[in-house]
């Protein structure tokens, strides 16, 4: 979702959504002043609502002009382009105040890197094949086109030589909100192309096609390329696409050079729009939507406390000494729930790593050592006529190389699966959190007479990964192939040695990457739901607090003054009117904004 003043630097003017997002924040901002609110839950619906990211995919097959159009959108030739498939590496494109590259590498480490060094880590040129074991670099830069919480990432092309690279546009697919999928108007879409299409379709709900390099065709050339692309695409997905044809090649230079001329020739403003619309609109309105059901549970149980308050002050002090009696009754059932919760809970995600990462990780290696085997005879055959040295070490770096890119394609897959299950999981038990807390506020209604309607909202809570994958690369007993006695044995002798040395140290290395592997699974698991469980907890408590307070409340006024019984009975109404005044402007908000 894009957040703008009047005009952004497309042309487009801001959807109706924009004032609502603003009102719902300010209406946020209110709420946590009144007494007696969650005040956290607010606090975190707050984030949630400012700080909402979509990750919008640019994918496609090499070039076909993916970072030239992403340096269009953010209106500077940031990212490195050419005319040699470059990308080799995810780059991912975030709103900052300040211009800062980040090169995040696969052991954890993040450095920052000046702007004239990011073809070193992003380009199959200045870091061939990865060998510098880049994660992803994350730019921040001061563009309008990227506030909002819009990340642009851009990936590597498909099919080119270089099979890592269409990997790794492959691996990013889940992390899509939606796509733009460029194509080239002076080539006909490829079979690749198709393929990677029908892959994208299970990840992205949303897909735009950009038909690329407009302006080599004159207007009946593109009309004829458009009508063949739509025929194509729409075979392939089995609808009728949306496509836009474009020159980024001009939007840029219409960017650097102020030129509105050649912005218009370039035809991205037309696209701007469609898109613009979607970010704001389309994917807002579900933001806005969770975000109104969970700040109206928020308040309905905020004005239940209000009541609740009200009522013990009212209450004669006999009959509420044994309603309070009752609800600790009441209150201890639901505290040993909630611990049998959180049992089953640890005891669920426990399994996770067993019964997922486990099995998958045995398959893995299993075919992994027969392929690295296989690699590494057919390596060493070709390079027989190097000497035993070379040889062996040439070996080495052939396997290490192998085993930590299969290893990374696979971590990220599995982490993939794994994340996907928790977070069903945690779903789940939210659920269950959720129940709970409504039916203690139920039980509570029931008990001193008060009207209360509960109000279901998805959790807006997620988990953080702190998982990192690591490499250790550790010669160990491999020293012995480069010792004298080696070398100074026949040839014959020595190639076999080392080839069956090297055979001992894929197994060997494989084992000791899948047992790190399995740890960090473990760990990363442990620490979500460590996370998770502190958030269960802490809701359930909360409110058999909240409850508490109000009743104990009551009870302590009856040996106050008049004075106090009255002032806080007025405080009391005040809040209530205030919550309902704020309820009434959230449901305003909700109608404008779809059923929910």
């Not at 609502?49 to 970072?67: A, D, E, I, P, Y």
């Amino acid at each position: 979702m894009k957040s703008v003043g009047n005009r952004n630097d497309t042309g487009t003017q801001p959807t109706p959504l924009y004032p609502i997002l603003k009102s719902l924040a300010a209406s946020l901002d209110e709420l946590v002043t009144v007494e007696g609110i969650d005040r956290d839950a607010c606090k975190e619906l707050k984030v949630k609502l400012t700080s909402h990211t979509f990750n919008l995919l640019v994918v496609g097959q090499f070039n076909r002009g993916k970072t030239t159009l992403i340096n269009a959108l953010i209106g500077q030739a940031l990212l490195p382009v050419g005319v040699i498939p470059l990308t080799s590496v995810v780059t991912v494109l975030s709103y900052g105040d300040a211009p800062i590259i980040k090169v995040c590498f696969q052991d954890g480490r993040c450095v920052e890197t000046p702007r004239e060094s990011l073809g070193e880590y992003v380009t199959e040129k200045g870091n061939p094949h990865n060998v510098k074991g880049v994660r992803e670099v994350a730019v921040s830069y001061p563009s309008p086109w990227l506030k909002g919480g819009v990340r642009l990432v851009d990936t590597p092309g498909i099919g080119s030589v270089y099979s890592h690279n269409t990997d790794l546009a492959y691996r990013y697919l889940p992390q899509a909100d939606a796509v733009l999928f460029l194509l080239s108007a002076d080539q006909p879409v490829s079979r690749a192309e198709c393929d990677f299409l029908r892959d994208v379709r299970e990840y992205a709900q949303r897909i735009f096609f950009l038909l690329n390099k407009a302006d080599y065709l004159s207007e009946t050339e593109l009309q004829d390329a458009v009508a063949f692309a739509q025929t194509t695409i729409a075979e392939a997905m089995g609808q009728e696409p949306f496509i836009a044809p474009i020159s980024a090649r001009l939007a840029l230079e219409g960017k650097l050079n102020g030129s509105a001329e050649l912005m218009k020739r370039s035809l991205l403003p037309l696209f701007f729009t469609t898109l613009h619309n979607f970010l704001q609109k389309e994917k807002g309105e579900v933001l806005v939507s969770s975000v109104v059901r969970n700040v109206l549970r928020i308040i309905s149980q905020a004005r239940f406390r209000c009541d609740l308050e009200l009522k013990s002050l009212s209450t004669p002090i006999d009959e509420l000494e044994e309603k309070i009696r009752i609800f600790e009754e009441k209150k201890q059932e639901v505290m040993l729930a909630r611990e049998e919760y959180a049992l089953v809970l640890e005891g669920e995600a426990k399994r996770l790593v067993s019964k997922i990462v486990d099995p998958n990780l045995e398959v893995f290696k299993a075919n992994l050592i027969q392929q690295v085997d296989s690699s590494i005879e057919r390596y060493f055959t070709e390079h027989q006529d190097l000497p035993a040295r070379k040889l062996s070490e040439a070996l080495e770096q052939e396997i290490i190389g192998e085993i930590r890119e299969a290893f990374d394609t696979w971590r990220s897959e599995e982490d993939e699966k794994v994340g996907r299950v928790f977070d069903s999981l945690c779903s789940r038990f939210t659920v269950r959190i959720n129940e709970t807390v409504d039916e203690l506020f139920r039980f509570s209604a029931e008990l001193f007479a008060i009207p209360f309607s509960s109000v279901q909202a998805d959790s807006l809570w997620s988990v953080e990964s702190g998982f990192y994958y690591k490499f250790w690369s550790e010669p160990g007993s491999l020293k012995i192939l480069t010792s004298s006695v080696i070398l100074a044995l026949p040839r014959f002798l020595s190639d076999r040695l080392i080839l069956k040395r090297m055979k001992e140290h894929v197994q060997e290395t494989v084992e000791m990457q899948s047992g790190r592997v399995r740890h960090d699974f473990a760990v990363r698991l442990d620490k979500s739901v460590r996370a998770f469980r502190r958030e269960m907890l802490r809701r359930i408590e909360a409110t058999v607090e909240s409850i508490e307070a109000a009743l104990q409340k009551g009870t302590q006024l009856r040996q106050a003054g008049e004075t106090e019984f009255v002032s806080r009975g007025r405080s009391l109404q005040e809040a209530a009117e205030k919550l309902e005044n704020i309820r009434w402007r959230i449901m305003k908000l909700s109608e404008e904004t779809g059923p929910h």
